[in-house]
C-alpha cells in the first residue's frame, strides 16, 4: 500500500441546527447539519399534513390563463 495516501481523521461535534450535537469522527474538522435524527419527521413521528387541495387549487389559478377558455371546463372532473 501506498503511504501517506489516507485523510486525517479528527474527533469532531455534529452540531444540528435543531441544537442537538453528537460527537464522531471525520475528515471535517467543523461539520453543521440542518437537520438530524432528533428532529427529522420521520424519526420523530411528527409528519407535517400537505394541504393537497389548496396546491391543486393554486396550481389551477396560476395556469388559468395559459389554458383556452373551452378546455378549462373539460379539464376539471366535476
Do not use: N, W
Request: aromatic share 8%; glycine share 6%; hydrophobic share 30%.
Amino acid at each position: 500500500m501506498k503511504s501517506d495516501i489516507h485523510p486525517e481523521y479528527y474527533e469532531t461535534t455534529v452540531r444540528c441546527a435543531c441544537g442537538s450535537e453528537v460527537q464522531t469522527r471525520t475528515t471535517l474538522k467543523d461539520l453543521h447539519v440542518e437537520i438530524c435524527s432528533q428532529c427529522h419527521p420521520f424519526f420523530t413521528g411528527k409528519q407535517k399534513l400537505m394541504d393537497t387541495a389548496g396546491r391543486i387549487e393554486k396550481f389551477k389559478r396560476k395556469y388559468a390563463k395559459a389554458m383556452p377558455a373551452g378546455t378549462q371546463d373539460a379539464a376539471s372532473p366535476e
